[in-house]
């Protein structure tokens, strides 16, 4: 049975593999045994083809850069990246030094690689970030602050190297933009305004070119971010500071981020965050962040239903999580869906970790969520281990419910947790084809919630180190209005 829809897949993969479109066999738990839909992260990892690039180096040094760590050397790292673009593409270099810029631009065919002993520093003067570009913010189009490594509909790029990109971020320069206590500085403006008129202007189907948010609006660009790119690559290099989301691929195809450390404790310094991306690879990262290492997305309320593009066929890793809001994440921008995700080998764990693996949406953001799967996850320690959450931020207050269907998590251990789970769905629309399989959790203070799920199935769920089996009453309640508002340790299960 698996060799026939090996063949149907690779017959499928020699047409071409944008669309990636696969057999029911490989798509669900209703289809056929895991192992089959793991078949499906194997074609997906094996359909994403890395750049190549033409053997020719331009040293930025070689066009007046000076990497002394004073002088500004933006003009002759992009003269060296057009120069690299005219010639038919190639390795931009930077060697030996801190190199000061503004915003880099990446062209098609460009590795711009960063040797160990070299890096690049980020002004922080806002002036330096305009004119402003088209770029997604929080889900939402517009014209905005240049990110600080940009590329718009080009093929064919990669930032790669064991050097450094410092985004120099901290409390006195963009970090005070968020405007909360936290994050502010005594009279410092904040985001707030403008955030509510963007999401306004969006929901309004005002035109992306007429949403101009750049000076005077105080929304921070994120640091690395590929736009309407084919055939990414990000290898290696380690990321610090970065002013918001610090790798933010959007509408993107053929994208591997891989070997990469990202360090960064500001606010909504999520480390890795593809959005309405397809075919999408994530491995051997390190992520100690001030918000949620890995989150999905694809878009926001009306703006993502208008692109109506999913985040689809994700593999992520032999990742490390850290400090961070969440682990692996889908949402909240997730009105455009998001299916056929795997995650597997990999780690997390910190007393900063909020939460391990997490979906988070409402009734204002919809999109249907499926065929997310986990396995052979290691999470050490963690406030809430597994959450799917339908009332995140604003709660039901829409009319486009939530999809999420076949969830399923295998060989899964949780060495210290306050709650094993957060899950809320609705009664109209519940969580369905839940699936929970070899889970050991220890050190638990408390089962936690489980409200409207539908098809919840459990096989070896261990909980403080005694096996936990639903009663058949439990699971006919948790589809439907009579589902209880907890499950606590003291239930008898």
Known sequence: MIDSHRRTLLKGFAAGSAALILPAAVCGKQAGPSGESWLQATLIRNSISRPRFPDREFDVRNFGAKGDNKTDDSAAIQTAIDRCAEEGGGRVLIRDGVFVTGPVHLKSNINLHIERRASLSFLTDPKRYLPPVLTRWEGVELMGYSPLIYAYEQRNIAITGKGSLHGNANRSNW???????????????????????????????????????????????????????????????????????????VLCENVTVSGV?????????????????????????????????????????????????????????????????????????????????????????????????????????????????IRNVDIGTVQDAIVIDFYYEEGDAGGFDPIVKNIVIEDLHCRRAAKVFQIRGYARSPVTGLSLKNARFERVEDTGVIENVADFTVENL???????????????????????????????W
């Open 175 to 249: 970090w005070p933009w968020k405007g909360n206590k936290e994050w502010g500085l005594e009279g410092a403006p904040g985001q707030a305004p403008a955030r509510e008129r963007l999401f306004a202007d969006a929901e309004n189907n005002v035109p992306v070119a007429q949403r101009v948010y750049a000076e005077g609006s105080y929304l921070r660009p994120p640091f690395i971010q590929p736009y309407r790119c084919r055939d990414v690559l990000i290898e290696d290099v380690t990321i610090t500071d970065a002013p918001f989301w610090l790798i933010h691929p």
């Open 261 to 373: 450390t990202c360090r960064s404790r500001g606010p909504n310094s999520d480390g890795c965050d593809p959005e309405s991306c397809r075919n999408v690879l994530i491995e051997n990262c390190l992520f100690d962040t001030g918000d949620d290492c890995i989150a999905i997305k694809s878009g926001r309320n009306a703006d993502g239903r208008r692109l109506a593009a999913p985040s689809e066929n994700l593999v992520i890793a032999g990742c490390r999580m850290r400090a961070g809001h969440g682990g692996v994440v889908i949402g909240s921008e997730i009105s455009g869906g998001a299916r056929n995700i795997f995650v597997e080998e990999s780690a997390m764990s910190s007393p900063d970790l909020e939460r391990g693996i997490r979906i988070k949406t409402n009734s204002l953001r919809g999109g249907t969520i499926e065929n997310f799967h």
């Open 462 to 492: 261990y909980i403080n180190g005694k096996k936990r089996m639903f009663p058949a009453s439990i699971k006919a309640a948790l589809g439907g209005p009579a589902s209880p508002d907890f499950l606590s340790p003291a239930l008898a």
